[in-house]
Each structure stands twice: as C-alpha cells, then as structure tokens.
C-alpha cells in the first residue's frame, strides 16, 4: 500500500472524485487542437504579411490546416504520435502547396490589369508579393543596377526582340527588367521545371512581359511553354501589321541550357535564320552550339558566356560553395559534420559542392573522368574513387557532372539506408529517377522537395528535388553571385547587337576579356575596394594597356 502523503495525491471526495485538478497532459500525447482566431492573427503578424495577396493565401492555408486538424484531431496512435500516412503521404499534398497547383495553368484564362493574357503563369494575384521579391533581389544587385542605369540611357537593345529561357526567379527578373530598361522587347519561358517562382513570374506578368512559366510542371508542359514563347510574335515596330512579318520575329536569343535554340532550329526553320545573335551561360548548352558551328548550322555569333572567369567563378564556383550544404539542411535538418560524402564531378560546380563539405568537417571523396581535373582534387587532399566502390558506405550524393545517368538504380540499389542524394548539375536526369518508378518501391513526400524511397527490405533513401537542382529547389542563391552572372548576360547580348556586322562569324566566342574585367569591377565598389594603377613605366614593362586587359584571353585564374 502506498501511502498518499508519498504520493502528494488528496483522497478522493465524497463523490468518488479527486479533489485536486488532474495532472498536465504531456504534449506529446495531446490530440492536436484547431488554432483560435487570435493564433491566426499572431501567427500571420509574424509572417510579416498581415494584408495583401499573400496575407489571404496564408489565411486559407490557416483555414485548411484547422479543417485538417479537427478531423484528424483524434487520429492518435497509442504512443501519441500523428498516423505517418496522414501526415506525410506523398498523395496527401501539404499545407505549404498553393492550392492552384490542382489546376493546369493553361485551362484558366487570365489576363492582367491592362486586360493583357499573353502568358501562363500558375497565379496572376501573386503579382503584388512577387514584385516584392524583385524589389528585395534588386537591392543586391547593385552592380547590375548601376549598369542599367548606364546602358538605358543610351537605349543600346533598341529594337532587340529577345527569346529568353532562363531560371524565373526574383534574381533573373532583375535582370529582364535591365533588357527592357534597355529598350528591348522579350519573351519568356523557364528552362527548368521546378526552380520557377510562381510569385515572380506572376509580377512579369502583371508589367506585361509574354511569360510562359510555373512551378513543378510536367515536361509537357515545359515544351508547351518554350513553343508558346517561340511561336507567338513579338510586337509590330509598325512598319507593317502583317502576320509572321520579320519585324515581329525575335532576333535574339538568351538561352540556359540550349533548349529553346534547338526547339527554334529544329521546329522554326525561318524564325532561326532570323536570329543575329545567341548568348548561351551553361555548359550544355554551349557543347551543344560547338557541335552546330562544327556542322556550319550556326545562323548567327554565340556568346559563351558560362566559360567567362566571372562567370564561372562566380555562378559555379561560389554559388555552389554558398548553397549546397544550405540545401541539404534546410530539407533534411541533418548533421553535416563528419558524414562521408561523395562529389560525382570536379568542374567548378564540384569544386565549390567539395570545398563546401570539406570546410564544415566532412569526409569527401571526388569520381571524375577527366584526368586533369582529377589530379586538381587529389592536390586539395580529396581521394579520386569510383562510385561503384564506395557507394555502399555514402552518407551523401552530390552530382555536378551536366551529364545523364551518372548515378543509376545499380548504384542507389547499394546505398545504405537514410543516404541522401542530391544533384547540383545542370541537367536534371543525372540520378536515374525514372527507374526508381516502380511497384516494388514505395515513395513518401516527407515535406516539400524532400522524398523517402522505401525497398521492400526496409531501406531508404533521401532524394532531394526528384533529381532537379537542390540549389534551386531547397535553398536559395545568393543574389549578389547571380548578379555577376546577368550583368554579364546583358553585356553580351549588347556586345553581339550593337557590334558592326563584320566583327563576328556564325561561330562561338569566349566573352571579351575587357568585358569580364568590367563585370569584375562594377562588383567591387560593393566591397569599397580600391585597385592600383598600373604607371605609364610597368604598362610599357608588360606591354599590356594601363586600363586592361590585364590578362590574354585564355589566361586560366
């Protein structure tokens, strides 16, 4: 018998009750209760976005997680946790996902306040929060800013029609307003399925920009919006209003991976010989219009912008470095430190994805192809292994290759359980998601862009994305680094529009030295930074001009 003065518990009263209150219930164990109205009110005062249109799309995202939770309220195992297949079915959707994506943008008709319907984005009433999200951008990219500034007063794309396929994010938006500013006429679409922002595509909209473009949309409907963008005219100059004259075709192209230029070449024939001028920034993009110069198909100049020092340094390299570990904690809230991770590729993607892992405690090992760039990772200490033979001891993935199928169903078949797979490279089939599509593996949606895929025999694994950009995706890029990288852009496509017709062949050109130093220069004044001059004497001693360029075109920093 245990006495009640042990115990600190009164005795019963007369009607068989405690005369005390009964004892806290533990959180864990309580049913999960719909918020009050004033939770609301706290809860959006926090989000900084207590009016407006998001404000309301909070609301309703509020409304629909206290229907859920009244009628799962109750929905509690013995040991107190919500069911798994409530709260994290891949089928289920989730409270962070607008409820537009049930619709396919392009059955709804919208049109902006100037009555203007010349796009498809997921939801025009994001116009408002997303041309906030242009305006926080624009504020770190001063240096793009301060060019616009320069180049607009000279109108230098005047009469410039401009195929744009490029990420739609708050950071690119910057930069197409800088194309307009400038006197150019564009139109729009994503060059890759997921890493759109709906809110910013829905501001370009809203200004009138021709934008074909939304998040997570199916590979149908990225070709269907790079054929809108191609198809569709740009406005007449009003020389003449008839249909498909040339004056309403584009006559340059701003392309992220080649695959609006190959949709124009191979579907737009005339559209494509109309072209005056190709600037290119990804590496799959620019082998691919190496291989059409090789074959005389080229109509017009290439500017390879992804091989000029700025940008590769800048886009791949630091970009990288900034937000791949970013990526992978904000998805899976994992420890870093210490795991065993595996970098498939040493381009400047690699090297900035290795030097991010190694710097934070990690164990890295590099897989590479090309000997030169192996023995760049072994001189940074890093082993150069085979994936095959370290696969099954992986904590983490990263591909950064720009290839296809470097990691197969082969290679994920032998991960351990709980590895987390990511790819950094441009092209989204580096990890052979398509095979993982199959009755005898389970996929569940943890949260957004995080995915478990469960075997039969209880293992999983991690994938980020399905296989898209984790960057992109999972974290964010700092807009400074896209500033480098789009104030080169604009430099190139008024470099190939406003140069005489004899400077340049239907052939691909590296950036001009003298513009890659100018880039350099207008981002140090962000840094207060101070460059020596060269006197009259050491110009002369290294026959080099006092105001650049300072290196030979094809110097290697």
Request: charged share 25%.
């Amino acid at each position: 018998v245990v006495s009640t003065q042990s115990t600190g518990i009164a005795p019963d009263n007369d009607n068989g009750e405690s005369s005390e209150p009964p004892p806290a219930v533990p959180k864990s164990l309580r049913a999960a209760q719909p918020p009050t109205p004033q939770d609301q009110g706290r809860h959006l005062q926090r989000l900084g976005h207590s009016d407006g249109v998001k404000a309301s799309y909070r609301r309703e995202k509020w409304r629909s997680r206290s229907m859920s939770m009244s009628s799962n309220g109750n929905d509690v195992s013995s040991s107190g946790s919500v069911s798994s297949r409530s709260s994290f079915s891949s089928d289920s959707g989730s409270s962070d996902e607008d409820e537009d994506t049930k619709f396919d943008p392009r059955e709804r008709e919208q049109k902006n306040s100037a009555g203007q319907s010349d796009f498809c984005v997921r939801n025009i009433k994001l116009a408002t929060f997303g041309r906030r999200e242009i305006e926080i951008a624009q504020e770190e990219m001063s240096a793009l800013t301060l060019l616009r500034t320069k180049v607009s007063t000279e109108r230098s794309l005047d009469g410039a029609r401009i195929l744009v396929c490029t990420h739609i994010t708050a950071q690119s938006a910057v930069l197409m307003e800088t194309l307009l500013a400038c006197g150019a006429k564009i139109r729009v679409c994503s060059c890759n399925i997921h890493s759109t922002q709906n809110e910013v595509a829905a501001a370009l909209a809203e200004s009138g920009v021709s934008i074909y473009a939304w998040k997570n949309m199916t590979e149908k409907a990225f070709w269907w919006c790079i054929d809108q963008c191609v198809a569709g005219d740009f406005p007449s100059d009003g020389v003449t209003e008839e249909k498909d004259n040339k004056n309403t075709w584009a006559n340059m192209i701003l392309d992220d991976g080649g695959d609006l230029t190959h949709h124009l070449y191979k579907n737009y024939p005339d559209k494509f010989n109309n072209i005056g001028g190709i600037v290119e920034e990804n590496i799959a993009g620019i082998h691919r219009l190496y291989q059409m110069s090789r074959q005389g198909k080229l109509p017009a100049p290439v500017m390879n912008v992804n091989d000029s020092v700025t940008k590769t340094k800048f886009d791949n390299y630091y970009a990288s470095r900034e937000s791949v570990t970013d990526a992978i904690k904000r998805s899976t809230d994992c420890m870093i430190s210490g795991k065993l991770v595996v970098i498939l590729g040493y381009g400047e993607v690699g090297k900035g994805c290795a030097a991010a892992f190694q710097g934070i405690g990690c164990i890295v090992m590099v897989t590479e192809v090309d000997p030169i760039c192996a023995i760049q990772a072994a001189m940074e200490g890093f082993r150069i292994v085979r994936l095959e033979d370290v696969v099954h001891h992986a904590d983490i993935v990263v591909t950064c290759t720009g290839n296809k199928n470097v990691v197969t169903r082969e290679h994920m078949n032998k991960l351990k359980k709980g590895c987390i797979l990511a790819n950094m490279g441009h092209s989204s089939v580096e990890i052979d998601v398509s095979s993982l599509a199959t009755n005898e593996l389970r996929w569940e949606r943890i949260r957004s862009q995080v995915h478990h895929i469960h075997w039969p025999d209880g293992k999983y694994i991690v994938l980020l994305a399905k296989g898209g950009l984790a960057n992109h995706n999972c974290s964010s890029i700092p807009s400074f680094v896209i500033s480098v990288t789009a104030t080169t852009q604009a430099l190139a496509l008024v470099e190939l529009y406003k140069a005489p017709p004899t400077r340049y062949k239907a052939d691909v050109y590296l950036l001009p030295k003298k513009m890659d130093e100018y880039v350099a220069q207008l981002h140090l004044t962000v840094f207060n930074a101070h460059l020596t001059e060269l006197t009259r004497e050491q110009a002369a001693f290294l026959n080099i001009s006092r105001t650049g360029p300072f290196k030979s075109q094809h110097y290697k920093y």
